[in-house]
């Protein structure tokens, strides 16, 4: 029995990181299938109180009064997740490097897998410990080590440097496989001298659509005539400003993030459950724009309409975000959209008055058999003495 832990950000309260830390899972689980290989794979349950306060603060707002949309979506969120997969029997809440190995060593792995997500994003803003942090795993553990797909997309490049920059290649260098989602992560495990490969999002290479059931119908939206079109963007005015102006060009505006300002607008996907979200994005929409990856991710691998990616101001400089960097390899570059460009919404207009990017979805499955094939070859190599058995 092969017993694989995973180590990820399953507690973050948002639809991309529990379908990546689902799809993860799933992968693993079929490669060692593939591999003939009984196995036990479980989603350690490692908690950062500074992360865990965060949602718990998003509960509280706005005006701190109970966010009952926010809790809600937490709670749906972790019940559909707690349904997909397995978590680790004890609970790891320290950050002591101690207690951390101990707690490691106390489960008894065969296989440590870091990643997806960003969890070698380290900044201020991820609240992630100074590196080589337990996303790192800088531990006397006897176990294999895999980081798969992980990402530093918007990290904080000092954290990278001198003094750091010596223990976090001794850690990297413990590891028997490393694959990255982007460029920028690429560039940076260059610059580190850490050996790795490139591979898709978990989430493309399991399917999205295998998270919601062919059966399930998505629930009629009540926009008449209407065009639904879809807005998932994190930046309060941007997104505020996108439903205004779609608003007067005659569409239903079917909003995926926060509050939004218009009259036509629609704001209970906060309150649907999860396999519901994504039977709407199937099912329901006429067109998304969205500065999320994931919510890229969903819309070209679910729908059936025009997509804009926006690209966030400031992301210009020469370092490619993961959205950028997904969308140049699905060879559908022309759905990105600058926000710093004054006349973005008339560009995004444009977007969705154009074809659906039918190639990415040829490319997206592409990428998901060359990426299951590479954990398949990556676990054969890594369990070569089980796998001869």
Not at 137 to 145: I, K, S, T
Not at 209 to 216: G, M, R
Request: hydrophobic share 40%; proline share 5%.
């Amino acid at each position: 029995m092969i017993r694989v832990g995973v180590l990820t950000f399953h507690r973050s309260v948002n639809e991309g990181s529990v379908a990546q830390a689902a799809c993860t899972v799933r992968n693993l689980e079929r490669a060692l299938d593939t591999l003939g290989l009984q196995h036990k794979v479980e989603v350690l349950d490692y908690r950062i109180w500074r992360r865990e306060w965060r949602e718990y603060i998003k509960l509280l707002l706005p005006l701190v009064r109970l966010n009952t949309g926010q809790a809600m979506k937490t709670r749906h969120l972790r019940k559909w997740l707690a349904s997909q997969v397995s978590f680790s029997k004890h609970t790891c809440w320290s950050e002591q490097p101690v207690r951390i190995e101990k707690w490691l060593k106390k489960g008894q792995w065969d296989v440590l897998v870091v990643g997806s997500d960003t969890v070698w994003s380290v900044s201020e803003k991820n609240e992630l410990p100074v590196p080589p942090n337990v996303y790192f795993l800088p531990f006397d553990v006897p176990a294999h080590r895999i980081a798969l797909a992980v990402s530093a997309d918007r990290h904080d490049a000092s954290l990278y440097q001198e003094p750091h920059s010596k223990n976090i290649s001794e850690a990297l260098s413990k590891f028997d496989w490393i694959a990255a989602r982007d460029q920028s992560t690429s560039q940076l495990l260059q610059s580190l001298g850490a050996e790795h490969e490139m591979i898709a999002d978990p989430t493309i290479i399991y399917g999205v659509s295998n998270l919601v059931p062919e059966e399930a119908i998505a629930p009629d939206l009540g926009h008449g005539n209407k065009p639904i079109l879809g807005i998932a963007i994190g930046d309060n005015r941007k997104r505020n400003e996108a439903a205004r102006y779609f608003e007067t060009r005659g569409w239903h505006i079917f909003n995926m993030l926060g509050d939004c300002d218009g009259s036509d607008v629609d704001s209970s996907y906060l309150r649907r459950p999860f396999e519901e979200k994504l039977s709407i994005i199937r099912g329901r929409l006429s067109g998304i724009v969205t500065d999320r990856f994931h919510a890229a991710i969903f819309a070209l691998s679910l729908g059936d309409y025009p997509v804009a990616v926006l690209q966030r101001p400031g992301s210009t400089d020469g370092v490619q975000g993961k959205a950028e960097d997904l969308l140049q390899r699905l060879g559908c570059e022309n759905a990105l959209v600058n926000m710093a460009n004054e006349q973005w919404l008339a560009l995004v207009e444009g977007q969705l008055q154009g074809d659906p990017p039918i190639k990415a979805k040829t490319n997206m499955a592409r990428m998901a058999e060359a990426g299951q094939e590479q954990l398949t070859r990556a676990l054969r190599t890594i369990l070569k003495p089980e796998v001869e058995k």
